[in-house]
């Protein structure tokens, strides 16, 4: 089978220049366009020299619709307007979509879903093998703790950080909350602060900190009548979060259209 040839969305920015380093480095798949925002002033530099690599003739367009003709997929690490703004038109071309965008809404949820009829989106708030495989496992431990245990989800970030909590905190707390069999959106609780009374059971609280050069840690807790469990990621290099993109691209390469996440990609759906 022919190389997969990748588009890097946000091709300039810190996610972007990892992701063409990785691409660089991983047999199958090939660099075939850089996608930046219009007016930025990385338009037309060169991809490899960003990425700290040789000249490799990829240019950073904002025309994604010219770079799609030549393209079997795009990863996607930009912000929400932009993720939206590719989801048509990848479609249109019927790329392979990575979305590692975080901060998406509901809404924009459901407009990435209604492409998946025609379309292989694979989308996940964190693309590493190690948060995956803790979802699964706090997804299995909030099964079976009862509401005596407390879910609390502590985050922290380097302070460029612009949305809060982190879609992995998110990713963590939609696996508790399936495993406890409750909707995340109607029992999360975050960002306490005064007065806010004692907390409610069966909620699942969260606590986003901010700071430093910090790629990404997370704790999930289980606070329980006089003893406390706790399951802890750190992240030491965003180099992880691109390795598993690119190996989420190549394998719904292979696939019929839908929508799939990392636990998919991973053999993690029925942990």
Known sequence: MADMRLIVAGAGGRMGRALVRVISETPGAVLAGALEAPGSELLGKDAGVLAGLPENGIKL????????????????????????????????????????????????????????????VVQSGNMSLGVNLLAAVVKRVAKSLDESFDIEIVEMHHKAKIDAPS???FLLGE??????????????????????????PGDIGFAALRGGTVTGDHSVIFAGPMERIEFTHRAEDRTMFAQGAVKAALWAHRRQPGFYTMADVLGLADF
């Open 175 to 200: 696996a508790a909350a399936a495993g406890r069999g409750i909707d995340l959106h109607a029992r999360s609780v975050r960002g306490r602060d005064g007065q806010t009374g004692a907390r409610r």
């Open 61 to 120: 367009s904002a025309d994604l619709w010219a770079l799609s003709a030549n393209a079997d997929g795009i990863v996607d690490f930009t912000v929400p307007a932009a993720t939206i703004a590719n989801v048509a038109i990848a479609a249109q071309r019927g790329l392979v979509h990575i979305v590692g965008t975080t901060g998406l809404s509901a809404s924009d949820m459901a407009v990435i879903k209604s492409v998946t009829s025609r379309a292989k």
């Open 167 to 169: 879609g992995t905190a």
